[in-house]
């Protein structure tokens, strides 16, 4: 299989994609307190806070991706920091905000250089306000069985350059892990079959003229999704994700 376009490294081999679901009104709230309490606090256990963002899409819905080093170590950040001071401090703040917090997927890269890679600039600081820079869009593709080798090199091989020709560079695929839930107490969406990729853009504008070029593109709409959409249980599902202003994933 040709992966030559896809050119990054794996920061994380255990990647959460958490949508949290949240009161009318609160999202800033937490977002505050989040950026405030829960980033340093998270990352001196070992876990990697990876991006933080507003959906564009759903006004009462936050959205944010942290990942671990391996699974072992995900129980081991979790326990610590859940059973940690900042937590147990700042729960009884965070938890009301939060009409559901289980819309979780546990990912994994989907091929060996697909994972996300983050460049180590300093984060804004503590304290920052409004929206970091650009756009990232996460596409999820559903399907009824496990993601396959077929469908792997399908996406690498047929559609990763023509994502490209349009606009979207693919920066990370990656693919629900079936290993079971180390970490009870937080609850994973289990046996679902998923693979999600990620891509950044300028701006929202960028994005609208990427996907009006896809539209546009003989070879998009008469062959390649079509044979997409055959492969899939549903539609695929596209996050519009505005970056927070302390995210250190965005466009």
Not at 49 to 68: A, E, M, S, Y
Request: hydrophobic share 45%; aromatic share 10%; glycine share 6%.
């Amino acid at each position: 299989m040709n992966q030559s376009y896809i050119l990054f490294e794996a920061y994380s081999p255990v990647v959460e994609l958490r949508q949290y679901t949240l009161h009318p009104g609160q999202r800033d709230v937490l977002i505050e307190l989040f950026e405030r309490e829960f980033i340093e606090s998270q990352e001196a256990t070992g876990i990697r806070v990876i991006g933080q963002f507003r959906d564009l899409d759903h006004p009462d819905r936050f959205v944010w991706l942290r990942g671990f080093a391996d699974l072992p170590a995900r129980a081991r950040a979790l326990q610590a920091f859940y059973g940690g001071p900042v937590w147990q401090a700042h729960r009884d703040a965070a938890n009301p905000t939060m009409i559901d917090s289980d819309n979780v997927l546990q990912l994994c890269p989907a091929y060996s250089v697909s994972g996300f890679q983050i460049q180590r600039a300093p984060r804004a600081a503590v304290g920052a306000t409004g929206s970091g820079p650009g756009l990232v869009v996460a596409t999820l593709y559903h399907f009824g069985a496990a993601v396959d080798k077929d469908f792997l090199a399908f996406f690498a091989d047929e559609m990763v350059p023509v994502l490209g020709k349009c606009g979207a560079a693919v920066s990370a695929a990656l693919v629900n892990d079936p290993s079971p839930n180390n970490f009870p107490a937080l609850p994973v969406r289990e046996g679902e079959h998923v693979f999600a990729w990620f891509a950044r853009f300028a701006h929202l504008q960028a994005f609208d003229r990427h996907r009006a070029a896809l539209a546009a593109l003989p070879d998009w709409c008469e062959r390649l999704e079509p044979a997409l959409r055959r492969r899939l249980a549903r539609p695929p599902e596209i996050l519009r994700l505005s970056p927070t202003a302390r995210s250190r994933l965005h466009g």
